[in-house]
């Protein structure tokens, strides 16, 4: 019973996705810093934002299985497909989410202030192309390093 989660503590795969997300969300606050806004470490927690930790999960995990599998093998072709889904999903439809919420909030203030007791709805959901893109870069490097033994 106890074999399997050792299995699972030294798949490379694995911890090399995970790490390139634990990586992006960690950049997010220092991104924003970089750009004026301020060093907001609560942004680590946050979705969203510069750089996309799911493209950089599913970037690393693909990459990592090329590397280990090769990059002919169909095992590498699904992780493409896996990967490229979520990108589209964080860059599109959560994206367009995140502005329904701003449009949503906005109708609100002007014509109901006041009538609303509610929360206001989470406005940052998704990714532009080049967050996504950032994500992508992040988890190919991260999952580079994990890989071939190097230090990140």
């Not at 950049?27 to 930790?53: I, N, Q, V």
């Not at 014509?111 to 406005?123: C, I, N, S, Y």
Request: hydrophobic share 55%; net charge positive; glycine share 12%.
């Amino acid at each position: 019973m106890a074999e399997w989660w050792l299995q699972v503590g030294h798949n490379r795969v694995l911890l090399a996705a995970l790490l390139a997300m634990v990586v992006a969300q960690g950049l997010k606050p220092w991104w924003h810093a970089l750009r004026g806004r301020g060093f907001d470490g609560r942004l680590m927690f946050a979705p969203g934002g510069m750089p996309s930790s799911h493209a950089a999960l599913a970037a690393a995990a693909a990459h990592a299985i090329g590397l280990t599998r090769g990059f002919a093998s169909p095992l590498f072709a699904l992780a493409v497909v896996v990967a490229m889904i979520v990108m589209y999903d964080a860059a599109g439809v959560r994206r367009a989410a995140g502005e329904h919420a701003a449009r949503i909030n906005r109708l609100f203030d002007e014509l109901q202030h006041g009538v609303w007791d509610g929360p206001a709805l989470r406005e940052v959901l998704g990714h532009t192309p080049w967050e996504v893109f950032g994500g992508l870069l992040v988890g190919v490097l991260v999952a580079q390093a994990v890989m071939t033994g190097l230090k990140p």
